[in-house]
């Protein structure tokens, strides 16, 4: 095979814009290769396939420092001394669920497939809608929204935080966490992001603990709650100091994702008015196009693994402690499996092979709740509105400052509202 030497440099600002042409360049080569400030970079499918299920080789557990997730970005630099004092008085955690490998990970993993199973995501689409219809309802009127903060953020939020059993009068806060976590989880941060983020950790604690221990005594109907009192048999309850993690990943996971996937597909179909016109006219077809979307521009460009020993990859030294960076995100652009992936085709009869949500044994656990989510956002949308418009002026359409979670700054739309069918 032609060795194709590619830099791939995630963080550079061109790649943060269109990561796309990276992946491109990548499977031209071995696709696999080497950026100097995160790690090794894996673009082929088959790999892909391959590194998700050596859990041995590729560890979910990023820190290693017996310590847990620490939220303190993806860089290798040590902890600075004033950032440890603050993270003092966050409760102690364990590496769990997302960040904990075999054996440990299918325990929990059990539990959260029971917490978000498709009969409780089927249960939760009526309040979706309701939540969708109440938030174009605030807008309706005006002819605009600035839709990401009156639409696709409040939308996932709002129903993570019902689910999750979080009062709504949090939400605002609740959201900061995540945002700051998310930051914590998947970019290199700087001493003063790293300050800013260990207190969200600790508040974010400060919050839910007292909140897991009333569940303890008294139960109701809410996700903490059968989180808190499951057991898997033979080895008790889950300890908060593996809840915090889970709950923290399902906040975390469940809302910038829809958010960006949202934002995301509206500019596609903006840019494509016939598309949007077929949808129209078969929202059945919505469901097509969520999927095609999840592998032609989706929110989550890749994750991270730790490698535990010396091997190599395509060629490639692999030292223990090193990261690898699953380029989920790529995988949607191999030729081999996708042709023409620059072409959005929602016809696409192997669409549901897109590794948008991952693949493997750490596959997305709200797979299912993001894809009602979805569908639901542009039923309701599409549904209501009419002539819909980007206002260019009031958008800014470079994208967030992170390679990992990828969505718009700001979209401004302009719409009629749609007449009632009589
Ligand atoms: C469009 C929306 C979403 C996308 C694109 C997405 C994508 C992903 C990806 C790529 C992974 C990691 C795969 C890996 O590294 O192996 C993941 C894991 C996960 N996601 Fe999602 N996600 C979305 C929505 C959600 C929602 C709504 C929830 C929860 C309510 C959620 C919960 C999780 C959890 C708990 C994990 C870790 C699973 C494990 O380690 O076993 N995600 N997701």
Not at 139 to 158: H, K, M, N, Q, Y
Not at 283 to 293: G, H, K, Q, R, S
Not at 298 to 310: A, F, K, L, S
């Amino acid at each position: 095979m032609k060795e194709y030497a590619v830099s791939p440099d995630l963080m550079s600002a061109d790649h943060i814009e269109c990561p796309y042409r990276l992946y491109q360049d990548l499977h031209r080569g071995s696709g696999v290769a080497e950026d100097a400030a995160v790690g090794v970079v894996v673009a082929g499918y088959q790999d892909l396939v391959a590194l998700s299920r050596r859990t041995e080789l590729y560890s979910n557990s990023i820190t290693s420092d017996g310590k847990g997730p620490r939220h303190m970005g993806v860089s290798q630099e040590p902890i600075q001394a004033d950032v440890e004092e603050i993270l003092s008085h966050a409760h102690p955690v364990v590496n769990a669920l997302f960040t904990a490998d075999p054996p440990v990970h299918a325990r929990h993993r059990k539990l959260i497939s029971t917490a978000l199973s498709p009969r409780r995501v089927r249960s939760l689409e009526p309040a979706i809608r309701q939540i969708a219809n109440d938030l174009v309802d605030s807008f309706i009127e005006s002819g605009e929204v600035d839709l990401l903060p009156r639409f696709a953020i409040p939308l996932p939020v709002t129903v993570i935080s019902d689910v999750l059993g979080v009062d709504r009068a949090d939400m605002a806060t609740f959201k900061h966490w995540g945002d700051m976590m998310i930051a914590g989880n998947i970019d290199v941060l700087n001493h003063d992001q790293r300050r800013e983020v260990a207190h969200a950790v600790v508040a974010f604690h400060a919050y839910f603990v007292p909140r897991i221990e009333e569940r303890r005594i008294r139960p109701v109907n809410d996700l903490l709650s059968d989180m808190t009192n499951a057991e898997t048999e033979g080895e008790g309850k889950l300890s908060t100091a593996e809840l915090l993690p889970i709950i923290s990943q399902i906040l975390l996971a469940g809302h910038e994702t829809t958010t960006n996937l949202i934002g995301n597909a509206i500019m596609v179909l903006l840019r494509d008015a016939a598309l949007m016109a077929r949808l129209r006219e078969r929202p059945e077809l919505i469901e097509a196009f969520v999927e095609e979307m999840l592998r032609y521009d989706p929110p989550i460009q890749c994750t991270y693994r730790r490698v535990t020993t010396t091997a190599t990859l395509r060629g490639v030294p692999l030292k223990p402690g090193q990261m690898v960076v699953p380029l989920w995100a790529a995988a949607g652009w191999d030729p081999s499996v996708f042709p023409n992936p620059e072409t959005f085709d929602i016809g696409r009869a192997n669409v549901r092979q897109h590794m948008g949500f991952g693949y493997g044994p750490h596959f997305c656990a709200g797979a299912e709740l993001a894809r009602v989510e979805a569908r639901v956002a542009f039923e309701t949308l599409l549904g209501r509105l009419d002539d819909i418009e980007l206002d260019e002026r009031a958008s800014d359409l470079q994208h967030l400052p992170s390679f990992a979670s990828h969505g718009y700054r700001r979209l401004v739309l302009r719409f009629r509202k749609k007449a009632l069918a009589s």
